[in-house]
Antibody, heavy 123, light 108 residues
Framework: QVQLVESGGGIVQPGTSLTLSCATS????????LHWVRQAPGKGLEWVAI????????YYADSVKGRFTISRDSSKSTLYLQLNSLRADDTAVYFC????????????????WGQGTLVTVSP | EIAMTQSPATLSVSPGERATLSCRAN??????LAWYQQKPGQAPRLLIY???TRATGVPARFSGSGSGTDFTLTISSLQSEDLAVYYC??????????FGQGTKVEIK
């Protein structure tokens, strides 16, 4: 069955860096576009970043552009999000999510989600 | 950027009654509209895509309708396990992919 498992969250100080991972299984990793979505405590869902199935296209929310970097490693079936220059308002649960169509990106809903990993940015 | 607005913020419904949730986009998203259910402490779960197609395993009491700018999620007969926050999301005009602020469904 399809699984996405995030890890790497924790408590960090403002201005520091962190790398999140999303280990996947149960599907052909290299055929699916993947996203990161975050949720601040008690708040709604905010899209963060996308990487296309072939890693040729990446887009970021304005709130993280220039600070966060999305990447993927097909040999490990793993998605990454590098978070730099962290701020208090980056505090959130970070979810990875799969876009529901093979060998394309953009015009599909997110059909599978991981359970999330909590990032807390605090002095 | 397309803004998604959901109403009401909170909906209190008795078991067995119908729940109707609304989502409005500030410009047309055709039928590139999804609904997600998020139960407390859990990840979101895809319920509806393409505005009206139920995802795999979703009970038939959940239905979606609408196109363009106005969309509705209906739970025909509310069950206690439907306690959750429901989000709409557009995937027509991106980036960014945008979500509504959510509707919390409470059991009366």
């Amino acid at each position: 069955q399809v699984q996405l498992v995030e890890s790497g969250g924790g408590i960090v100080q403002p201005g520091t860096s962190l790398t999140l991972s999303c280990a996947t299984s149960g599907f052909t990793f290299s055929s699916y576009t993947l996203h990161w979505v975050r949720q601040a405590p008690g708040k709604g869902l905010e899209w963060v970043a996308i990487i296309s199935f072939d890693a040729s296209n990446k887009y970021y929310a304005d709130s993280v552009k220039g600070r966060f970097t999305i990447s993927r490693d097909s040999s490990k079936s793993t998605l990454y999000l590098q978070l730099n220059s962290l701020r208090a308002d980056d505090t959130a649960v970070y979810f990875c999510a799969r876009e529901g169509s093979q060998n394309t990106y953009g015009y599909k809903a997110f059909d599978y989600w991981g359970q999330g990993t909590l990032v807390t940015v605090s002095p | 950027e397309i803004a998604m607005t959901q109403s009401p913020a909170t909906l209190s419904v008795s078991p067995g009654e119908r729940a109707t949730l609304s989502c409005r986009a500030n410009q047309s998203v055709d039928t590139y509209l999804a609904w997600y259910q998020q139960k407390p402490g859990q990840a979101p779960r895809l319920l509806i895509y393409g505005a009206s197609t139920r995802a795999t395993g979703v009970p038939a009491r959940f239905s979606g309708s609408g196109s363009g700018t106005d969309f509705t999620l209906t739970i025909s007969s509310l069950q206690s396990e439907d306690l959750a926050v429901y989000y709409c999301q557009q995937y027509d005009n991106w980036p960014p992919w945008t979500f509504g602020q959510g509707t919390k469904v409470e059991i009366k």
